[in-house]
């Protein structure tokens, strides 16, 4: 079965960097759109980012310019380059894989920006 784990999060400072990163396991990762997702307390779960098979790349509106999804699939590896971040970007962030049969999730990331 596709597993997923997300790394890299943590807390920064507004208008600080992350980078995270999501390694795949159990798939042939380079056929397949991955993503990220975040969800913060209270608040319904959001599509961060989207890179296709094609490296065709989709964003939220609330990260164009400051969040870049990538994939490395020698290493079957996602990432989310984020910077400037800001309070509002405060959430769990999960990677996901669209299988051709659904979608699959890792646990999360904590990514926390406060001063």
């Known amino acids: 079965q596709v597993q997923l784990v997300e790394s890299g999060g943590g807390l920064v400072q507004p208008g600080g960097s992350l980078r995270l990163s999501c390694v795949a396991s159990g798939s042939i ?6 993503g990220w997702y975040r969800q913060a307390p209270g608040k319904q779960r959001e599509l961060v980012a989207i890179i296709t098979n094609i490296n065709r790349r989709n964003y939220a509106d609330s990260v164009k310019g400051r969040f ?8 079957n590896t996602v990432y989310l380059q984020m910077n400037v971040l800001k309070p509002e970007d405060t959430a769990v962030y999960y990677c996901t894989l669209r299988g051709a049969t659904g979608d699959y999730w890792g646990p999360g990331t904590q990514v926390t920006v406060s001063s």
Do not use: E, L
């Not at 990762?29 to 991955?34: A, G, L, N, T, V």
């Not at 870049?68 to 290493?75: F, G, L, P, V, Y």
């Open 29 to 34: 990762f380079s056929i397949y759109s991955m």
């Open 68 to 75: 870049t999804i990538s994939r490395d699939n020698a290493k």
